[in-house]
Structure formats: C-alpha cells, structure tokens
C-alpha cells in the first residue's frame, strides 16, 4: 500500500509538470515533467513513510542514550573515563596544578 501511494505521487507530479508545460517543445515538457516528478516523490514518500529511519529512542527514566548518563553510556567509555562519570574524572596526583617538575630546577 506504501508503495502504491508514492508511485501514486510520482505518476501526479509528472501528469502535472505535462499539463503545465503544455505549450513548449518536448524537450522542456520532459525538463518539467522530471522537476514534478522529483516533487511527487519527496511528497509521496513523505506521506507514505518510506525512508523513515528506526523508531524513536525510548526515554528511561528521563535520561537519553549518548549523554553519558545512562549506565549504558557508562560501559560503553569505562576504558575511557576509567569508571567515572562523564567529565568528572579527579585530577592525576602526578600532574602539577600550576606547572613545574616539582624537582630542584623549579
């Protein structure tokens, strides 16, 4: 059933695009003719869905996949984020605040 309402808009847009280049040579009634056919094919697929990507994500818990927040997200950069939070990783001991070796050449 899809496919037969978007052939449907594809078959309306070209009938269209001849009937409005009626009084010009063939050449641009096929010019216009493929300009209504594009047209009916974005509107035919448009209201018959074909395209349409997967469903959408479900919310849990008011939290969205690819945030870091989930305990998915969480797994996902375990090795990344060494089992902490997104962004929450506490400061290397080994790395200075301001600088420096902390040896004798400071």
Request: proline share 5%.
């Amino acid at each position: 059933m899809r496919k037969l309402v978007f052939i449907g808009f594809v078959v309306v847009g070209t009938l269209l695009g001849l009937v409005l280049a009626e009084n010009v040579s063939w050449g641009a009634r096929f010019v216009v003719m493929s300009f209504g056919a594009l047209a009916g094919a974005a509107v035919g697929g448009a209201f018959s869905g074909i395209g349409r990507r997967g469903r959408v994500p479900q919310l849990r818990d008011g939290a969205l996949r690819g945030l870091g927040t989930t305990s998915e997200d969480l797994m996902d950069n375990y090795w990344r984020d060494e089992g902490n939070p997104q962004f929450m990783k506490p400061p290397s001991p080994d790395k200075k605040e301001f600088g420096g070796s902390g040896g004798m050449t400071d």
